[in-house]
């Protein structure tokens, strides 16, 4: 069974630091392209970052560029995410998801975690 | 980027309706999109990819069309459990992006 579990959210005030983890288990992590995407509250979706599977490819939405980085620890399955200089509108559920494709970066989101939230406020 | 938009943004529905939830891209994605169905609390589910494939699992009430911009989300007869927000994701581009959602609820 396929389980993705995130963790490492909390409140944090304008311009601090978190460092998401997600641990993937069910499937060859490896394998597969991961993304972030998170949902602020009582809004839409919306992509945050991805990255390639095998590879070292990685891809950024324009509003976290620059402030987000994306990792991921084959070897541990699991996928990281650090942000940085937070800012209040970054306030949100980050979800980490698998995507489905084998070996694809682009593609549907067929796996998600439950979820972690980030609280930016002074 | 592609900007994706979903109509309507609420939708009123009984039980046994059917429902249709239309998203548009701003340019041609092909047929890379795909629907999500998310409850309260709870993280969204893949139900059709590829524009009209259905995910493993997901009932056949359920179907996809369209291709290029235009494309659309059918229920063929709402079931209770089917009053959720929907939401359309492009991946044609690196870049993903999702539409603003569509709330199906209770007339």
């Known amino acids: 069974e396929v389980q993705l579990l995130e963790s490492g959210g909390g409140l944090v005030q304008p311009g601090g630091s978190l460092r998401l983890s997600c641990a993937a288990s069910g499937f060859s992590f490896s394998s597969y392209a991961m993304s972030w995407v998170r949902q602020a509250p009582g809004k839409g979706l919306e992509w945050v970052s991805a990255f390639s599977g095998s590879g070292d490819s990685t891809y950024y939405a324009e509003s976290v560029k620059g402030r987000f980085t994306i990792s991921r620890d084959n070897s541990k399955s699991t996928l990281y995410l650090q942000l940085n200089s937070l800012r209040a509108e970054d306030t949100a559920i980050y979800y980490c998801a698998k995507v489905s494709p084998l070996t694809m970066v682009r593609g549907e989101f067929d796996y998600w975690g439950r979820g972690t939230l980030v609280a930016v406020s002074s | 980027d592609i900007q994706m938009t979903q109509s309507p943004s609420t939708l009123s529905a009984s039980v046994g309706d059917r429902v249709t939830i239309t998203c548009r891209a701003s340019q041609s994605i092909r047929s890379w999109l795909a629907w999500y169905q998310q409850k309260p609390g709870k993280a969204p589910k893949l139900l059709i990819y590829k524009a009209t494939t259905l995910q493993s699992g997901v009932p056949s009430r359920f179907s996809g069309s369209g291709s290029g911009t235009e494309f659309t989300l059918t229920i063929s007869s709402l079931q209770p459990d089917d009053f959720a927000t929907y939401y359309c994701?492009?991946?044609?581009?690196?870049?993903?992006?999702f539409g603003q959602g569509t709330k199906v609820e209770s007339k």
């Open positions: 994701q492009q991946y044609d581009s690196y870049s993903c992006s």
